[in-house]
């Protein structure tokens, strides 16, 4: 007998005492192993996320978690080609498992650099700026994201068994909550090996993921308000998991990945010949046949004018006749099987239900010519373009989750828009347009509609990553019957996870709560001026008051020679006075920026190594001829890398003049020194 899989659950490898169900190689009909999920305590399971891996993973900061993702990501990069061999049973080709398998590992790596860059090296997160709630500034608001002390389940449709898992590993570990992964059943061999090596590598703290092999039955009952569910698969599950008590009463949170029926809208401006007309045909085909069209961002309707109805539909189906089909280890083979033969019945009932309102115009979803494969055995079928009208209603209906495609016509713009929202919410539309009028109308017609909008044309398309290929960086997901769910999106994908709260305080207590200085709170400032010290000896509120400074006509005469700006509100007395703002000659902003980093620096060699820039500059107050400027900068932020022997300081930077008004207030930005 085959492998029987297993799950990881509360430390350990479990092997079920059942037989279990076969699950057959894609392209032979062969068992390739069994799944059985049979006496798995799943209540054991969330105990242990909750108890164990949660709390490991909250010690850590958010540079801490993105340094070991990015071990992780490294490790599991090492040595691929088991996982390649394995997937072609899923039925992929070399490049669909590149997309799955190096696109997961890429989605780590991206995840990593994103916690280091775009978060604190802290465990919370502060959300926008602080609100001032009284006259006096002694109560103040600040919004914070925070860690949930639950347990994110992931429950993965059966077309990306990497990809799918790591997309929402790394968010959810990220943001400090532990993982259950669900795999679909029919390619959960391939996630199981994965995982193993995960777990074998020991990089993640015990506890942080862990495998459900199996049936998921049960799996909502034991979860609560505190924990998530991140579900990928057909809208018909989904609907099944938000009627469970558990989300609809007990405050589980649901993000929902469903079936969508993306669009692909070529211009009314592209005509053939036209490079858009290329691009146009090429991205229908490749989404047609990558994965043998079992994307979620597949494009199901292109949709194009009238008027060269015919001429796309040529051109497509030349395309296609190019397509090669059979084993995907095969080198000359551009298309796979599906996953399933079961999953290919399902296409072809979806065709057949199509053929109500379309016609086929390439393609007979019973016969395919096969290279190196049985057609009795694998899941094969061959890219099928269908054709219909305006008024045709199943292409906006039925989702055929394989190589499938229809071609619909419309006569206006307006006519496109309204077509692409019949599809109910889409994961992504691809737009091809050379017209930037008709890029505007379309893509903000549709928008209300779409997740994601690719815009191509022939100044994009060389490093346009294509419409099917959901990056970490930007937000995946779509509304209505795309899900409403929102994966990934860089750190927008980690805050999902966490809760956002409104903390209303005075400011010592925002300063110790967010561990960040807040304006209001206390300031030490004592004899060794702050640049003496080392990241180690840096307190947050450490200070430094300058002296004051007058600031000359000399001066401002002197900086505007020197730099060159001799813009007239510091040259020119006549027209400066008659200025609304100023009245009068001012000093450059950058002039009084520059004077300031003269009162408060400490010059010798010291723990200070660069200043790499300032956020947040603003200049409040007009500076004149005479007016005497002080600056206050204060330790506001530390965050020490994690791999280097320095760290970063955030200084807060408030100038003010004689009278104490504020006249210009930033941070400024250093590294320091650990030692
Ligand atoms: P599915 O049948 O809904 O299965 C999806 C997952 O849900 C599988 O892991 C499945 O486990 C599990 N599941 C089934 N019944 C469940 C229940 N009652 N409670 C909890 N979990 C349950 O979908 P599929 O056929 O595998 O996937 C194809 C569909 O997924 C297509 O419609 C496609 O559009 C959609 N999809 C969407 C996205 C996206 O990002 N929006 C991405 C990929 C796919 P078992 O396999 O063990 O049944």
């Known amino acids: 007998m085959t492998a029987l899989l297993e799950s990881y659950a509360a430390g350990r490898w479990f092997r079920a005492q059942a037989d279990g169900e076969p699950l057959l190689d894609a392209v032979t009909g062969e068992e390739v192993a069994r799944l059985t999920s049979e006496g798995l305590d799943l209540r054991q399971m969330t105990d242990h996320a909750r108890r164990v891996g949660g709390p490991a993973i909250r010690e850590l900061t958010f540079h801490q978690r993105a340094v070991l993702i990015k071990e992780l990501a490294k490790h599991l990069s090492a040595d691929k080609d088991s996982l390649y061999e394995l997937s072609y049973r899923t039925g992929a080709t070399k490049r669909d498992s590149l997309v799955d398998i190096d696109g997961g590992f890429g989605t780590l790596f991206s995840f990593a650099s994103k916690g280091v860059r775009e978060l604190p090296n802290d465990t919370v997160v502060l959300d926008g700026g602080l609100e001032r709630l009284g006259r006096e500034g002694t109560f103040l608001g600040q919004h914070i994201y925070t860690s949930r002390p639950g347990v994110a389940v992931q429950i993965n449709a059966f077309n990306f068994p990497v990809w799918g898992m790591l997309e929402k590993l790394a968010p959810a570990f990220l943001a400090g909550l532990p993982s259950i992964v669900k795999p679909a059943s029919q390619t959960a061999y391939l996630t199981e090996a994965v995982v193993r090596r995960i777990i074998s590598s020991g990089i993640l703290p015990e506890g942080s993921l862990q495998l459900l092999s199996g049936s998921p039955r049960g799996l909502l009952d034991v979860l609560d308000e505190q924990d998530s569910v991140a579900f990928t698969g057909s809208a018909h599950t989904a609907g099944i998991l938000r009627n469970h008590p558990n989300?609809?009463?007990?405050?589980?949170?649901?993000?929902?990945?469903?079936?969508?029926?993306?669009?692909?809208?070529?211009?009314?401006?592209?005509?053939?010949?036209?490079?858009?007309?290329?691009?146009?045909?090429?991205?229908?085909?490749?989404?047609?046949?990558?994965?043998?069209?079992?994307?979620?961002?597949?494009?199901?309707?292109?949709?194009?004018?009238?008027?060269?109805?015919?001429?796309?539909?040529?051109?497509?189906?030349?395309?296609?006749?190019?397509?090669?089909?059979?084993?995907?280890?095969?080198?000359?083979?551009?298309?796979?099987?599906?996953?399933?033969?079961?999953?290919?019945?399902?296409?072809?009932?979806?065709?057949?239900?199509?053929r109500n309102s379309a016609e086929i115009v390439f393609g007979d979803p019973t016969e395919v010519k096969l290279i190196d494969a049985d057609a009795e055995r694998g899941a094969f079928l061959s890219p099928v373009l269908l054709r219909a009208g305006a008024d045709a209603p199943e292409p906006h209906d039925v989702e055929p989750f394989g190589p499938v495609s229809t071609?619909?016509?419309?006569?206006?713009?307006?006519?496109?828009?309204?077509?692409?929202?019949?599809?109910?919410?889409?994961?992504?539309?691809?737009?091809?347009?050379h017209d930037p009028a008709v890029a505007r109308q379309v893509v903000l017609g549709v928008a209300p509609w779409h997740g994601r909008i690719l815009v191509l044309d022939r100044d994009d398309a060389a490093e346009s990553t294509g419409h099917g290929s959901p990056l970490p960086m930007l937000v995946h997901g779509g509304?209505?019957?795309?899900?409403?769910?929102?994966?990934?999106?860089?750190?927008?994908?980690?805050?999902?996870?966490?809760?956002?709260?409104?903390?209303?305080?005075?400011?010592?207590?925002?300063?110790?709560?967010?561990?960040?200085?807040?304006?209001?709170?206390?300031?030490?400032?004592?004899?060794?001026?702050?640049?003496?010290?080392?990241?180690?000896?840096?307190?947050?509120?450490?200070?430094?008051?300058?002296?004051?400074?007058?600031?000359?006509?000399?001066?401002?005469?002197?900086?505007?020679?020197?730099?060159?700006?001799?813009?007239?509100?510091?040259?020119?007395?006549?027209?400066?006075?008659?200025?609304?703002?100023?009245?009068?000659?001012?000093?450059?902003?950058?002039?009084?920026?520059?004077?300031?980093?003269?009162?408060?620096?400490?010059?010798?060699?010291?723990?200070?190594?660069?200043?790499?820039?300032?956020?947040?500059?603003?200049?409040?107050?007009?500076?004149?001829?005479?007016?005497?400027?002080?600056?206050?900068?204060?330790?506001?932020?530390?965050?020490?890398?994690?791999?280097?022997?320095?760290?970063?300081?955030?200084?807060?930077?408030?100038?003010?003049?004689?009278?104490?008004?504020?006249v210009a207030t930033y941070d400024v930005l250093t590294l320091v020194a650990k030692n």
């Not at 029926?261 to 691009?279: A, K």
């Not at 999902?496 to 005075?506: F, P, Y």
């Not at 008051?545 to 505007?560: G, K």
């Open 407 to 433: 071609v619909i016509t419309y006569r206006t713009t307006a006519q496109a828009i309204e077509l692409a929202a019949r599809g109910k919410g889409s994961l992504v539309g691809s737009l091809v347009t």
């Open 247 to 354: 989300v609809q009463h007990g405050g589980v949170r649901l993000q929902v990945e469903a079936d969508s029926l993306n669009c692909s809208i070529l211009g009314p401006d592209v005509r053939p010949g036209d490079p858009e007309f290329d691009l146009f045909v090429k991205g229908v085909v490749s989404e047609m046949t990558v994965k043998a069209g079992q994307k979620c961002t597949a494009i199901r309707r292109a949709i194009v004018p009238e008027a060269i109805g015919d001429t796309v539909v040529e051109a497509i189906a030349a395309r296609l006749a190019k397509i090669t089909v059979g084993n995907p280890a095969d080198e000359n083979v551009r298309m796979g099987a599906l996953a399933s033969l079961g999953q290919r019945d399902e296409v072809r009932k979806a065709v057949e239900s199509l």
């Open 479 to 662: 509304p209505g019957r795309a899900g409403g769910g929102e994966e990934l999106g860089g750190v927008r994908g980690v805050l999902h996870h966490m809760q956002r709260t409104a903390v209303q305080a005075s400011p010592d207590m925002l300063t110790a709560i967010t561990g960040r200085w807040t304006t209001g709170s206390k300031r030490v400032v004592d004899e060794v001026h702050p640049f003496r010290k080392s990241l180690a000896e840096l307190k947050i509120g450490d200070a430094v008051e300058s002296a004051p400074r007058q600031v000359t006509l000399a001066d401002i005469d002197h900086f505007a020679e020197f730099t060159g700006d001799t813009f007239y509100a510091h040259t020119d007395p006549e027209a400066a006075a008659a200025n609304p703002l100023f009245g009068g000659i001012v000093a450059h902003g950058y002039l009084v920026v520059s004077l300031a980093a003269g009162l408060f620096v400490e010059p010798n060699p010291g723990p200070v190594l660069a200043n790499f820039g300032v956020d947040g500059l603003r200049f409040l107050t007009p500076v004149k001829a005479g007016d005497t400027i002080t600056v206050t900068l204060t330790v506001k932020q530390i965050t020490p890398r994690t791999n280097a022997e320095y760290g970063e300081v955030r200084w807060d930077a408030v100038v003010t003049n004689q009278d104490g008004d504020p």
